[in-house]
């Protein structure tokens, strides 16, 4: 192994979801058995550094000041999803269910881990629901510790107007899932989240 090839993998394993095998097989690719593929890989990162930004808005992703979804007319503008994350807010939109207006934290409160108030995007979470006509607040954040906490944030310190109806997102069983193999507070989420069966 080469020091060029080895930094290379190193800088791979380094991205989320690659370990040192996954890094490795991608330098190869893309320098042994796919080597055009590397000059539209580096041209494309660089484009992307030098155009996309976040939205000044929601925080998502934008080549514009505002997305595509702040920009979009037909969406319901009196809904408010707020999401830890840009890759939340795709999952969410892919499932083509809700239809309103989405705000990224890019993260959640922990302490531990040094991320308090001011690393996340809640001052304009609390300019958007003081100056846009927001009727709910969905809190579509982890079933864990640090998304509890957060969510608690929120609703003390950021949501002033308390006619604004807040909803928490169900959890439970995935689809296709067996009981057996749920954990406790997955049977928890589930059981404290069902509904009405007609």
């Given amino acids: 192994m080469t020091p060029s090839f080895e930094k290379l993998q190193n800088e791979l394993k380094q991205l989320p979801g690659l370990g040192r095998r996954s890094a490795e097989r991608i330098a190869l690719d893309l320098l042994v058995v796919k080597p055009d593929r590397l000059d539209n890989l580096v041209k494309s990162l660089q484009t992307a550094a030098e155009k996309v930004k976040q939205c000044e808005i929601c925080g998502n992703l934008t080549e514009d000041d505002k997305c595509s979804i702040c920009n979009d007319a037909t969406r319901d503008k009196f809904t408010l999803c707020v999401v830890e994350e840009i890759t939340d807010m795709f999952a969410i939109d892919r499932s083509e269910v809700y239809k309103g207006l989405y705000h990224i934290l890019h993260g959640k409160l922990s302490p531990i881990n040094g991320v308090g108030p001011d690393a996340l995007n809640f001052n304009s979470l609390k300019s958007r629901i003081v100056s846009e006509d927001i009727n709910e607040i969905i809190l579509s954040l982890s079933n864990d510790i640090e998304g509890e906490a957060t969510c608690h944030f929120i609703q003390e310190n950021i949501i002033e107007d308390k006619s604004i109806n807040v909803t928490r997102i169900g959890f439970g069983l995935p689809s296709g ?13 589930a059981l404290e989240s069902r509904k009405s069966y007609k």
């Fill in 177 to 189: 899932g067996d009981i057996v193999y749920a954990d406790a507070v997955t049977l928890r989420s």
